[in-house]
Protein backbone atom coordinates (compact mmCIF):
# COMPACT_ATOMS: atom_id res chain seq x y z
CA UNK A 1 0.00 0.00 0.00
CA UNK A 2 1.09 3.95 -0.71
CA UNK A 3 0.43 7.30 0.43
CA UNK A 4 -1.84 8.97 -2.33
CA UNK A 5 -3.43 13.15 -2.04
CA UNK A 6 -5.50 14.37 -4.41
CA UNK A 7 -6.45 17.72 -3.62
CA UNK A 8 -6.81 21.49 -4.84
CA UNK A 9 -5.86 24.74 -2.93
CA UNK A 10 -5.55 28.36 -3.22
CA UNK A 11 -2.27 27.80 -4.98
CA UNK A 12 -4.07 25.73 -8.10
CA UNK A 13 -7.79 27.10 -8.02
CA UNK A 14 -9.60 30.53 -7.98
CA UNK A 15 -10.98 31.08 -4.61
CA UNK A 16 -14.37 30.84 -6.87
CA UNK A 17 -13.41 26.93 -7.40
CA UNK A 18 -12.77 26.35 -3.96
CA UNK A 19 -15.64 28.25 -2.62
CA UNK A 20 -18.12 25.51 -4.52
CA UNK A 21 -15.74 22.73 -3.53
CA UNK A 22 -15.59 23.28 -0.25
CA UNK A 23 -17.12 20.61 2.13
CA UNK A 24 -19.97 20.51 5.22
CA UNK A 25 -18.58 18.31 8.36
CA UNK A 26 -21.58 15.69 6.87
CA UNK A 27 -20.49 15.71 3.42
CA UNK A 28 -16.43 15.25 5.03
CA UNK A 29 -17.72 11.86 6.59
CA UNK A 30 -19.67 10.77 3.93
CA UNK A 31 -16.43 11.79 1.64
CA UNK A 32 -14.55 9.45 3.86
CA UNK A 33 -17.13 6.41 4.19
CA UNK A 34 -17.13 5.97 0.94
CA UNK A 35 -13.65 6.80 0.14
CA UNK A 36 -12.78 3.26 1.85
CA UNK A 37 -15.77 1.90 0.60
CA UNK A 38 -13.56 1.88 -2.77
CA UNK A 39 -11.49 -0.78 -4.12
CA UNK A 40 -8.13 0.81 -3.77
CA UNK A 41 -8.26 2.56 -0.52
CA UNK A 42 -7.32 1.42 3.02
CA UNK A 43 -7.30 4.45 4.75
CA UNK A 44 -8.50 7.69 4.34
CA UNK A 45 -8.76 11.37 5.73
CA UNK A 46 -9.59 14.94 4.49
CA UNK A 47 -7.95 18.03 5.05
CA UNK A 48 -10.61 21.00 4.56
CA UNK A 49 -10.10 24.36 5.43
CA UNK A 50 -10.38 27.29 4.13
CA UNK A 51 -8.11 27.81 1.40
CA UNK A 52 -7.59 23.60 1.03
CA UNK A 53 -9.27 20.26 0.33
CA UNK A 54 -7.09 17.29 0.36
CA UNK A 55 -8.24 13.46 0.76
CA UNK A 56 -5.38 11.27 1.52
CA UNK A 57 -5.90 7.71 0.77
CA UNK A 58 -3.33 4.58 1.85
CA UNK A 59 -4.21 2.67 -1.71
CA UNK A 60 -2.59 -0.26 -3.79
CA UNK A 61 -2.60 1.11 -7.06
CA UNK A 62 -1.68 4.74 -8.31
CA UNK A 63 -3.75 5.36 -11.47
CA UNK A 64 -6.98 3.68 -10.04
CA UNK A 65 -6.20 5.72 -6.80
CA UNK A 66 -5.95 9.25 -8.58
CA UNK A 67 -8.97 8.16 -10.29
CA UNK A 68 -11.09 7.01 -8.11
CA UNK A 69 -9.91 10.00 -5.22
CA UNK A 70 -10.53 12.66 -7.97
CA UNK A 71 -14.25 11.45 -8.42
CA UNK A 72 -15.42 11.15 -4.85
CA UNK A 73 -13.54 14.72 -4.57
CA UNK A 74 -16.11 15.78 -7.75
CA UNK A 75 -18.81 13.85 -6.27
CA UNK A 76 -18.74 15.23 -2.65
CA UNK A 77 -18.38 18.85 -3.53
CA UNK A 78 -20.31 18.98 -6.29
CA UNK A 79 -17.82 20.31 -8.60
CA UNK A 80 -18.09 18.26 -11.98
CA UNK A 81 -14.87 16.30 -12.64
CA UNK A 82 -14.67 17.33 -15.99
CA UNK A 83 -14.53 21.39 -14.02
CA UNK A 84 -12.74 20.07 -11.28
CA UNK A 85 -9.85 18.23 -13.01
CA UNK A 86 -7.48 21.01 -14.12
CA UNK A 87 -7.38 22.66 -10.37
CA UNK A 88 -6.29 19.24 -8.86
CA UNK A 89 -2.85 18.11 -7.72
CA UNK A 90 -1.69 14.54 -7.03
CA UNK A 91 0.93 13.27 -4.46
CA UNK A 92 2.01 10.19 -3.86
CA UNK A 93 4.56 8.65 -1.40
CA UNK A 94 7.50 10.63 -0.68
CA UNK A 95 6.42 13.59 -1.91
CA UNK A 96 2.83 13.16 0.03
CA UNK A 97 3.97 13.24 3.07
CA UNK A 98 6.12 15.91 2.33
CA UNK A 99 3.37 18.38 0.60
CA UNK A 100 2.02 17.51 4.36
CA UNK A 101 4.70 18.17 6.38
CA UNK A 102 5.06 21.44 4.16
CA UNK A 103 1.32 22.47 4.98
CA UNK A 104 2.01 22.01 8.94
CA UNK A 105 4.54 24.18 9.04
CA UNK A 106 2.56 26.78 7.09
CA UNK A 107 4.81 27.03 3.95
CA UNK A 108 1.85 26.27 1.69
CA UNK A 109 -0.64 28.73 3.70
CA UNK A 110 -1.82 31.31 2.56
CA UNK A 111 0.00 33.27 5.08
CA UNK A 112 3.49 31.62 4.84
CA UNK A 113 4.46 30.58 8.70
CA UNK A 114 0.58 30.94 9.68
CA UNK A 115 0.06 28.40 12.99
CA UNK A 116 -3.57 28.01 12.57
CA UNK A 117 -3.04 24.82 9.99
CA UNK A 118 -1.82 23.05 12.93
CA UNK A 119 -5.26 22.58 14.98
CA UNK A 120 -6.72 21.89 11.59
CA UNK A 121 -4.54 18.63 11.11
CA UNK A 122 -5.45 17.79 14.40
CA UNK A 123 -8.97 18.05 13.52
CA UNK A 124 -8.04 15.89 10.80
CA UNK A 125 -6.68 13.12 12.33
CA UNK A 126 -9.06 13.44 15.16
CA UNK A 127 -12.16 12.73 12.60
CA UNK A 128 -10.30 9.90 10.95
CA UNK A 129 -9.56 8.23 14.22
CA UNK A 130 -13.41 8.74 15.20
CA UNK A 131 -14.79 7.38 11.82
CA UNK A 132 -12.16 4.63 11.97
CA UNK A 133 -11.22 5.46 8.58
CA UNK A 134 -7.29 6.49 9.69
CA UNK A 135 -5.30 3.20 10.21
CA UNK A 136 -1.47 3.25 11.12
CA UNK A 137 -0.28 4.81 7.95
CA UNK A 138 -1.92 8.32 8.51
CA UNK A 139 -2.06 7.73 11.94
CA UNK A 140 1.74 7.59 11.76
CA UNK A 141 1.73 10.60 8.87
CA UNK A 142 -0.64 13.10 10.78
CA UNK A 143 0.99 12.33 14.18
CA UNK A 144 4.31 13.23 12.64
CA UNK A 145 2.94 16.17 11.10
CA UNK A 146 2.50 17.76 14.33
CA UNK A 147 5.21 16.91 15.42
CA UNK A 148 6.57 18.71 12.07
CA UNK A 149 4.87 21.62 12.45
CA UNK A 150 5.52 22.13 16.36
CA UNK A 151 9.69 21.69 15.78
CA UNK A 152 9.34 23.95 12.79
CA UNK A 153 7.39 26.58 15.20
CA UNK A 154 9.88 25.96 18.13
CA UNK A 155 13.28 26.06 16.47
CA UNK A 156 12.75 28.67 13.55
CA UNK A 157 11.52 31.83 13.08
CA UNK A 158 8.39 31.27 11.05
CA UNK A 159 6.49 32.87 12.91
CA UNK A 160 8.22 36.15 12.42
CA UNK A 161 6.79 35.36 8.66
CA UNK A 162 3.62 34.14 9.68
CA UNK A 163 0.47 35.55 10.94
CA UNK A 164 -2.99 34.30 11.25
CA UNK A 165 -5.65 34.74 8.72
CA UNK A 166 -7.51 37.39 10.97
CA UNK A 167 -4.47 39.35 11.81
CA UNK A 168 -3.47 39.64 8.03
CA UNK A 169 -7.43 40.43 6.91
CA UNK A 170 -7.02 42.99 9.71
CA UNK A 171 -4.25 44.68 8.69
CA UNK A 172 -5.50 44.80 4.75
CA UNK A 173 -8.52 47.13 6.33
CA UNK A 174 -6.48 49.02 8.08
CA UNK A 175 -4.80 49.81 5.03
CA UNK A 176 -1.38 50.53 6.04
CA UNK A 177 -2.45 52.08 9.47
CA UNK A 178 -1.15 50.55 12.62
CA UNK A 179 -3.96 47.91 13.20
CA UNK A 180 -4.41 48.90 16.87
CA UNK A 181 -4.42 52.59 16.11
CA UNK A 182 -6.84 51.71 13.51
CA UNK A 183 -9.05 49.54 15.31
CA UNK A 184 -9.01 52.19 19.02
CA UNK A 185 -12.46 53.31 19.92
CA UNK A 186 -14.31 51.20 17.31
CA UNK A 187 -16.99 48.37 17.82
CA UNK A 188 -16.97 45.54 16.07
CA UNK A 189 -19.83 42.41 15.53
CA UNK A 190 -17.96 39.08 14.79
CA UNK A 191 -20.36 36.34 13.23
CA UNK A 192 -20.07 33.17 14.54
CA UNK A 193 -18.41 31.67 17.65
CA UNK A 194 -16.20 28.38 16.17
CA UNK A 195 -12.62 28.89 15.99
CA UNK A 196 -11.74 31.36 13.15
CA UNK A 197 -14.46 33.46 14.59
CA UNK A 198 -13.23 32.87 18.43
CA UNK A 199 -9.47 34.04 16.98
CA UNK A 200 -11.21 37.12 15.40
CA UNK A 201 -12.52 37.90 18.76
CA UNK A 202 -9.51 37.56 20.49
CA UNK A 203 -7.47 39.43 18.08
CA UNK A 204 -9.86 41.93 18.26
CA UNK A 205 -9.75 42.17 22.12
CA UNK A 206 -6.01 42.47 21.50
CA UNK A 207 -6.06 45.66 18.97
CA UNK A 208 -8.38 47.36 21.58
CA UNK A 209 -12.00 47.77 20.09
CA UNK A 210 -14.31 49.78 22.12
CA UNK A 211 -16.78 46.68 22.33
CA UNK A 212 -17.53 43.20 20.60
CA UNK A 213 -20.73 41.76 19.68
CA UNK A 214 -21.07 37.94 19.07
CA UNK A 215 -24.11 36.74 16.92
CA UNK A 216 -23.96 32.88 16.49
CA UNK A 217 -26.94 30.63 15.43
CA UNK A 218 -26.43 28.55 19.09
CA UNK A 219 -26.64 31.28 21.36
CA UNK A 220 -24.85 29.52 24.31
CA UNK A 221 -21.84 28.96 22.28
CA UNK A 222 -22.10 32.57 21.61
CA UNK A 223 -22.66 33.16 25.11
CA UNK A 224 -19.56 31.08 26.40
CA UNK A 225 -17.24 33.81 24.05
CA UNK A 226 -18.76 36.45 25.10
CA UNK A 227 -17.57 35.14 28.98
CA UNK A 228 -14.33 34.66 28.08
CA UNK A 229 -13.77 38.16 26.49
CA UNK A 230 -15.26 39.27 29.80
CA UNK A 231 -13.06 38.02 32.05
CA UNK A 232 -10.25 39.38 29.68
CA UNK A 233 -11.35 43.00 29.91
CA UNK A 234 -13.12 43.50 26.62
CA UNK A 235 -16.94 44.59 26.60
CA UNK A 236 -19.03 41.98 24.81
CA UNK A 237 -22.54 40.88 24.38
CA UNK A 238 -23.80 37.77 22.40
CA UNK A 239 -26.89 38.37 20.33
CA UNK A 240 -28.95 36.10 17.86
CA UNK A 241 -28.63 36.11 14.37
CA UNK A 242 -32.01 37.79 13.55
CA UNK A 243 -30.08 40.86 15.40
CA UNK A 244 -27.34 40.95 12.83
CA UNK A 245 -28.78 43.37 10.75
CA UNK A 246 -29.74 45.95 13.61
CA UNK A 247 -25.87 45.52 14.54
CA UNK A 248 -24.58 46.43 11.49
CA UNK A 249 -26.15 50.16 12.02
CA UNK A 250 -24.03 50.47 15.35
CA UNK A 251 -20.71 48.92 14.41
CA UNK A 252 -17.85 49.70 12.52
CA UNK A 253 -16.02 46.08 11.46
CA UNK A 254 -17.50 43.01 10.60
CA UNK A 255 -15.73 39.48 10.84
CA UNK A 256 -17.74 36.65 9.58
CA UNK A 257 -16.79 32.94 9.58
CA UNK A 258 -19.30 30.83 9.75
CA UNK A 259 -20.38 27.28 8.09
CA UNK A 260 -23.12 28.64 6.36
CA UNK A 261 -23.79 27.36 2.93
CA UNK A 262 -25.15 30.65 1.58
CA UNK A 263 -24.94 34.73 2.33
CA UNK A 264 -24.77 35.09 5.87
CA UNK A 265 -24.72 39.01 5.12
CA UNK A 266 -26.08 40.44 1.41
CA UNK A 267 -25.28 43.72 -0.50
CA UNK A 268 -29.02 44.34 0.56
CA UNK A 269 -28.57 44.05 4.54
CA UNK A 270 -25.21 46.04 4.16
CA UNK A 271 -26.42 48.88 2.15
CA UNK A 272 -29.75 49.22 4.49
CA UNK A 273 -27.30 48.92 7.39
CA UNK A 274 -26.03 52.48 5.91
CA UNK A 275 -28.79 53.92 5.10
CA UNK A 276 -28.37 53.34 1.33
CA UNK A 277 -30.16 52.04 -1.51
CA UNK A 278 -29.96 48.35 -2.43
CA UNK A 279 -27.76 47.19 -5.04
CA UNK A 280 -29.13 46.31 -9.01
CA UNK A 281 -30.32 43.06 -8.96
CA UNK A 282 -28.33 40.54 -10.90
CA UNK A 283 -29.74 38.90 -13.84
CA UNK A 284 -31.34 35.51 -13.38
CA UNK A 285 -29.02 32.85 -13.39
CA UNK A 286 -30.63 30.82 -15.61
CA UNK A 287 -29.97 33.85 -18.14
CA UNK A 288 -26.30 33.43 -17.04
CA UNK A 289 -26.19 30.28 -17.44
CA UNK A 290 -26.51 30.39 -21.31
CA UNK A 291 -23.19 32.83 -21.87
CA UNK A 292 -20.57 30.56 -23.38
CA UNK A 293 -18.03 29.40 -21.35
CA UNK A 294 -15.42 31.55 -22.46
CA UNK A 295 -17.74 34.76 -21.53
CA UNK A 296 -18.67 33.18 -17.69
CA UNK A 297 -14.54 32.74 -17.26
CA UNK A 298 -13.99 36.01 -18.40
CA UNK A 299 -16.90 37.17 -16.10
CA UNK A 300 -15.18 35.83 -13.27
CA UNK A 301 -11.55 36.86 -14.11
CA UNK A 302 -12.54 40.03 -14.37
CA UNK A 303 -14.50 40.57 -11.37
CA UNK A 304 -11.56 39.09 -9.20
CA UNK A 305 -9.65 41.89 -10.61
CA UNK A 306 -11.85 44.50 -9.64
CA UNK A 307 -12.12 42.83 -6.24
CA UNK A 308 -8.27 42.97 -5.88
CA UNK A 309 -8.20 46.76 -5.75
CA UNK A 310 -9.09 48.65 -8.71
CA UNK A 311 -12.21 51.31 -8.06
CA UNK A 312 -15.32 50.74 -10.28
CA UNK A 313 -14.72 54.65 -11.06
CA UNK A 314 -11.39 53.59 -13.43
CA UNK A 315 -9.05 55.13 -10.52
CA UNK A 316 -6.77 52.87 -8.24
CA UNK A 317 -6.94 52.34 -4.19
CA UNK A 318 -5.38 55.93 -2.91
CA UNK A 319 -5.51 57.27 -6.12
CA UNK A 320 -7.69 60.64 -7.36
CA UNK A 321 -9.75 61.72 -9.92
CA UNK A 322 -7.44 63.91 -11.41
CA UNK A 323 -4.70 60.89 -11.75
CA UNK A 324 -7.47 59.27 -13.45
CA UNK A 325 -8.13 62.06 -15.61
CA UNK A 326 -4.63 62.49 -16.47
CA UNK A 327 -4.30 59.41 -17.93
CA UNK A 328 -7.64 59.32 -19.49
CA UNK A 329 -6.82 62.75 -21.60
CA UNK A 330 -3.62 60.30 -22.85
CA UNK A 331 -5.23 57.16 -23.74
CA UNK A 332 -6.96 56.49 -26.77
CA UNK A 333 -10.35 54.76 -26.88
CA UNK A 334 -10.97 50.83 -26.47
CA UNK A 335 -11.45 48.65 -29.63
CA UNK A 336 -15.30 47.61 -29.30
CA UNK A 337 -14.20 43.86 -30.97
CA UNK A 338 -11.81 43.65 -27.91
CA UNK A 339 -14.16 43.66 -25.55
CA UNK A 340 -14.23 40.12 -23.64
CA UNK A 341 -18.02 39.55 -23.50
CA UNK A 342 -19.62 38.45 -26.49
CA UNK A 343 -22.81 41.18 -27.08
CA UNK A 344 -24.16 39.47 -29.54
CA UNK A 345 -24.77 36.45 -27.64
CA UNK A 346 -25.62 38.75 -24.48
CA UNK A 347 -28.37 40.38 -26.80
CA UNK A 348 -29.72 37.20 -27.62
CA UNK A 349 -30.12 36.37 -23.42
CA UNK A 350 -32.30 39.13 -23.06
CA UNK A 351 -28.91 41.59 -21.74
CA UNK A 352 -28.50 44.94 -23.26
CA UNK A 353 -25.69 47.62 -21.99
CA UNK A 354 -26.13 51.36 -21.94
CA UNK A 355 -24.24 53.55 -24.30
CA UNK A 356 -20.85 55.32 -23.74
CA UNK A 357 -21.35 58.20 -20.74
CA UNK A 358 -24.04 56.52 -19.72
CA UNK A 359 -24.33 55.35 -15.87
CA UNK A 360 -25.11 51.41 -16.53
CA UNK A 361 -25.69 50.30 -13.06
CA UNK A 362 -28.54 52.74 -12.95
CA UNK A 363 -29.91 52.81 -16.47
CA UNK A 364 -30.28 49.22 -16.80
CA UNK A 365 -30.82 47.73 -13.02
CA UNK A 366 -32.06 44.75 -14.85
CA UNK A 367 -28.50 43.86 -16.71
CA UNK A 368 -25.96 41.09 -15.12
CA UNK A 369 -23.92 42.73 -12.65
CA UNK A 370 -21.12 40.79 -13.58
CA UNK A 371 -21.73 41.45 -16.80
CA UNK A 372 -21.40 44.90 -16.69
CA UNK A 373 -18.34 45.05 -14.62
CA UNK A 374 -16.53 43.11 -17.27
CA UNK A 375 -18.14 45.42 -19.95
CA UNK A 376 -17.28 48.23 -17.76
CA UNK A 377 -13.61 47.19 -16.96
CA UNK A 378 -13.24 46.70 -20.66
CA UNK A 379 -14.08 49.99 -21.88
CA UNK A 380 -12.02 51.84 -18.87
CA UNK A 381 -9.13 49.41 -19.60
CA UNK A 382 -7.69 52.07 -21.98
CA UNK A 383 -8.06 54.95 -19.24
CA UNK A 384 -5.94 52.95 -16.37
CA UNK A 385 -3.07 52.78 -15.33
CA UNK A 386 -1.83 49.39 -16.03
CA UNK A 387 0.61 48.47 -13.72
CA UNK A 388 1.18 48.67 -9.98
CA UNK A 389 -2.94 48.10 -9.20
CA UNK A 390 -2.38 47.65 -5.41
CA UNK A 391 -4.26 44.12 -3.93
CA UNK A 392 -5.43 43.54 -0.59
CA UNK A 393 -9.46 44.31 -0.90
CA UNK A 394 -11.24 47.31 -2.48
CA UNK A 395 -10.83 50.83 -0.76
CA UNK A 396 -14.01 53.28 -1.17
CA UNK A 397 -12.91 56.58 -2.88
CA UNK A 398 -14.61 57.95 0.96
CA UNK A 399 -14.13 57.50 4.14
CA UNK A 400 -14.77 53.80 5.42
CA UNK A 401 -17.83 53.67 7.08
CA UNK A 402 -17.84 49.84 7.41
CA UNK A 403 -15.42 47.36 7.24
CA UNK A 404 -15.61 44.00 6.21
CA UNK A 405 -13.50 40.84 6.65
CA UNK A 406 -14.94 37.76 5.65
CA UNK A 407 -13.07 34.62 6.46
CA UNK A 408 -15.62 31.60 5.27
CA UNK A 409 -15.65 29.74 2.57
CA UNK A 410 -17.91 29.50 1.16
CA UNK A 411 -18.37 33.03 1.77
CA UNK A 412 -20.60 34.78 4.37
CA UNK A 413 -20.50 38.31 2.96
CA UNK A 414 -21.62 38.87 -0.92
CA UNK A 415 -18.63 40.33 -2.67
CA UNK A 416 -21.25 42.75 -4.25
CA UNK A 417 -20.71 45.15 -1.28
CA UNK A 418 -17.49 46.27 -2.57
CA UNK A 419 -19.38 48.40 -4.61
CA UNK A 420 -21.41 50.27 -1.78
CA UNK A 421 -19.82 53.41 -0.96
CA UNK A 422 -18.35 53.55 2.63
CA UNK A 423 -17.85 49.58 2.52
CA UNK A 424 -14.31 47.71 2.30
CA UNK A 425 -15.08 44.40 1.60
CA UNK A 426 -11.34 41.92 2.61
CA UNK A 427 -11.98 38.18 2.04
CA UNK A 428 -9.81 35.15 0.96
CA UNK A 429 -9.81 35.90 -2.38
CA UNK A 430 -8.19 39.71 -1.75
CA UNK A 431 -6.15 38.01 0.97
CA UNK A 432 -4.88 35.37 -1.49
CA UNK A 433 -4.03 37.96 -3.80
CA UNK A 434 -2.18 40.42 -1.44
CA UNK A 435 -0.24 37.51 0.67
CA UNK A 436 1.14 36.83 -2.93
CA UNK A 437 3.00 40.09 -2.36
CA UNK A 438 4.12 39.40 1.22
CA UNK A 439 8.08 39.23 1.90
CA UNK A 440 9.58 35.32 3.00
CA UNK A 441 11.40 35.30 5.91
CA UNK A 442 14.59 33.94 6.28
CA UNK A 443 13.77 31.26 8.29
CA UNK A 444 11.60 29.44 5.70
CA UNK A 445 14.70 27.81 4.04
CA UNK A 446 15.54 26.43 7.30
CA UNK A 447 12.15 25.24 7.71
CA UNK A 448 12.17 23.36 4.18
CA UNK A 449 15.34 21.83 5.49
CA UNK A 450 13.46 20.68 8.69
CA UNK A 451 11.21 19.21 6.06
CA UNK A 452 13.36 17.23 4.16
CA UNK A 453 15.02 15.84 7.09
CA UNK A 454 11.48 14.69 8.65
CA UNK A 455 10.29 13.50 5.23
CA UNK A 456 13.56 11.21 5.10
CA UNK A 457 13.50 10.14 8.74
CA UNK A 458 9.53 9.35 8.19
CA UNK A 459 10.12 7.09 4.88
CA UNK A 460 13.17 5.16 6.97
CA UNK A 461 10.64 4.44 9.57
CA UNK A 462 7.67 3.30 7.53
CA UNK A 463 10.07 1.23 5.30
CA UNK A 464 11.92 -0.42 8.56
CA UNK A 465 8.12 -1.40 10.02
CA UNK A 466 7.01 -2.87 6.50
CA UNK A 467 9.29 -5.48 7.10
CA UNK A 468 9.19 -5.93 10.79
CA UNK A 469 6.07 -8.10 10.43
CA UNK A 470 8.06 -10.69 7.58
CA UNK A 471 10.72 -10.53 10.80
CA UNK A 472 8.72 -11.35 13.41
CA UNK A 473 7.50 -14.19 11.56
CA UNK A 474 10.24 -15.45 10.63
CA UNK A 475 11.56 -15.58 14.57
CA UNK A 476 8.20 -17.50 15.08
CA UNK A 477 9.16 -19.94 12.37
CA UNK A 478 12.57 -20.33 14.11
CA UNK A 479 11.05 -20.87 17.49
CA UNK A 480 8.48 -23.61 16.01
CA UNK A 481 11.74 -25.58 14.92
CA UNK A 482 13.61 -25.01 17.94
CA UNK A 483 10.50 -26.32 19.85
CA UNK A 484 10.46 -29.42 17.60
CA UNK A 485 13.57 -30.54 17.80
CA UNK A 486 13.74 -30.34 21.32
CA UNK A 487 10.99 -32.39 21.86
CA UNK A 488 12.55 -34.82 19.80
CA UNK A 489 15.31 -35.00 21.28
CA UNK A 490 13.32 -35.72 24.55
CA UNK A 491 11.56 -38.75 22.92
CA UNK A 492 15.12 -39.77 22.17
CA UNK A 493 16.59 -38.67 25.30
CA UNK A 494 13.66 -39.44 27.99
CA UNK A 495 16.63 -39.77 30.74
CA UNK A 496 17.35 -36.29 30.63
CA UNK A 497 16.54 -34.55 33.72
CA UNK A 498 15.29 -30.77 33.83
CA UNK A 499 18.50 -29.02 34.27
CA UNK A 500 19.82 -31.25 31.42
CA UNK A 501 16.66 -30.57 29.15
CA UNK A 502 16.59 -26.37 29.73
CA UNK A 503 20.02 -26.09 29.43
CA UNK A 504 19.96 -28.31 25.72
CA UNK A 505 17.12 -25.64 25.30
CA UNK A 506 18.33 -22.61 25.81
CA UNK A 507 21.63 -23.80 23.92
CA UNK A 508 19.75 -24.44 20.66
CA UNK A 509 17.91 -21.57 21.04
CA UNK A 510 20.98 -19.03 21.71
CA UNK A 511 22.48 -20.88 18.35
CA UNK A 512 19.16 -19.69 16.01
CA UNK A 513 19.35 -16.31 18.15
CA UNK A 514 22.88 -15.40 16.70
CA UNK A 515 22.36 -16.94 13.47
CA UNK A 516 19.36 -14.84 13.02
CA UNK A 517 20.19 -11.31 14.94
CA UNK A 518 23.13 -9.85 11.93
CA UNK A 519 20.81 -10.92 9.25
CA UNK A 520 17.32 -9.63 10.61
CA UNK A 521 19.16 -6.66 12.18
CA UNK A 522 21.00 -5.96 8.86
CA UNK A 523 17.79 -6.23 6.78
CA UNK A 524 15.97 -3.79 8.77
CA UNK A 525 18.39 -1.22 7.67
CA UNK A 526 18.34 -2.09 3.93
CA UNK A 527 14.81 -1.72 3.80
CA UNK A 528 14.44 1.15 5.59
CA UNK A 529 16.48 3.03 2.62
CA UNK A 530 14.91 4.32 -0.59
CA UNK A 531 13.16 1.60 -2.99
CA UNK A 532 14.08 -0.96 -0.08
CA UNK A 533 10.60 -2.44 -0.52
CA UNK A 534 11.53 -5.59 -1.81
CA UNK A 535 13.61 -6.70 1.13
CA UNK A 536 10.62 -8.16 2.93
CA UNK A 537 9.63 -10.09 -0.39
CA UNK A 538 12.98 -11.80 -0.58
CA UNK A 539 12.65 -12.51 3.13
CA UNK A 540 9.91 -14.36 2.27
CA UNK A 541 10.50 -16.30 -0.24
CA UNK A 542 13.99 -17.33 0.98
CA UNK A 543 12.83 -18.72 4.25
CA UNK A 544 9.31 -20.10 2.59
CA UNK A 545 7.08 -18.11 5.13
CA UNK A 546 3.69 -18.39 5.16
CA UNK A 547 1.97 -14.85 3.90
CA UNK A 548 -0.98 -15.90 6.32
CA UNK A 549 1.44 -15.39 9.58
CA UNK A 550 3.27 -12.18 7.77
CA UNK A 551 -0.57 -10.66 8.01
CA UNK A 552 -1.30 -12.03 10.91
CA UNK A 553 1.23 -10.11 12.27
CA UNK A 554 0.48 -7.09 10.61
CA UNK A 555 -3.24 -7.52 11.31
CA UNK A 556 -1.86 -7.65 15.42
CA UNK A 557 0.04 -4.39 15.08
CA UNK A 558 -3.04 -2.34 13.31
CA UNK A 559 -5.35 -3.25 16.20
CA UNK A 560 -2.87 -2.46 19.10
CA UNK A 561 -2.17 1.15 16.75
CA UNK A 562 -6.08 1.39 17.03
CA UNK A 563 -6.31 0.50 20.93
CA UNK A 564 -3.68 3.22 21.11
CA UNK A 565 -5.27 5.74 19.34
CA UNK A 566 -8.79 5.72 20.65
CA UNK A 567 -6.85 6.20 23.99
CA UNK A 568 -5.46 9.54 22.33
CA UNK A 569 -9.12 10.82 21.33
Sequence with gaps: MSLLVVGLSHRSAPVSVLERASLSADAQAKLLHDTLAAEPAAEAAVLATCNRIELYADVDKFHAGVAELSTLLAQHSGVGLEELTPYLYVHYEDRAVHHLFSVACGLDSMVVGEGQILGQIKDTLALGQELHTAGRLLNDLFQQALRVGKRAHSETGIDRAGQSLVTFGLEQLAAGASVEDWAKGKRALVIGAGSMSSLAAATLARTGVDEI?????????????????GEAGTAARAVAMADVARELTRVDIAVSCTGATGLVLTGEAVATALGLPPLAPAADPATVARLSDADRTALAEVAAAERAGLLADGTEPGGTGNEAEAVRSEASAPDAAGCPVDLAALADAGITFAGPGVDALNAAPAVDVNSLELHGSWAERA??????ARRGGRVPAGPVKLALLDLAMPRDIDGAVHRIPGVRLVDIESLAEASADAPMAADVDQVRSIVSDEVAAFGAAQRAAHITPTVVALRAMAAEVVAGEVARLEGRLPDLDDKQRSEVTQTVR????????????????????????????ALRTLFDLDPE?????????????????????
Excluded at 383 to 388: H, L
Excluded at 511 to 523: E, G, M, N, S, W
Aim: glycine fraction near 6%; aromatic fraction near 2%; charge should be positive.
Design 549 to 569: TVAAVSRADLNDADVKNRGRS
Design 510 to 537: RVVDKLLHAPTVRIKQLAAEPGGAGYAD
Design 383 to 388: ERPQAG
Design 213 to 229: VVANRTHARAERLVEIL
